[in-house]
């Protein structure tokens, strides 16, 4: 089976859904659309990363985007990155974007 992600006007994500997939011979079906939608992969083969719904797709660069999670995240290929990798330490944290810093979770 394969996936395919509806876009609306703005190139946002509204629907994911199962399609035929690339190997099912259909006369004049083009394998990376589907009725009007863009073809995702449940793998990550193609297109960055799977489509889900709220994600954009950069059709230039041909990729789907996830939404960026803080303004000072910046992106490369699909995903955000904070300003500050997170630390390594075993511990749990959250981004703090006033601080634009990581602020360790307080565990019981």
């Known amino acids: 089976m394969a996936h395919y992600a509806y876009l609306n006007e703005n190139n946002i994500v509204t ?3 199962v399609g035929k997939d690339e190997t099912e011979l259909i006369d004049g079906l083009d394998t990376e659309t ?3 939608a863009v ?3 449940y793998n990550n083969n193609i297109r960055g990363t799977y489509a889900s719904i709220g994600y954009s797709y950069n059709e230039a660069e041909d990729i789907f985007i996830t939404p960026q999670p803080y303004p000072s995240w910046t992106r490369t290929g699909s995903f955000w990155n904070a300003p500050i990798p997170m630390p390594t330490d075993g511990k749990m944290y959250s981004w703090v974007e006033a601080d634009l810093n990581w602020q360790e979770v307080p565990t019981e």
């Open 39 to 41: 073809r995702t992969s």
């Open 34 to 36: 589907y009725y009007g």
């Open 15 to 17: 629907n994911v859904i």
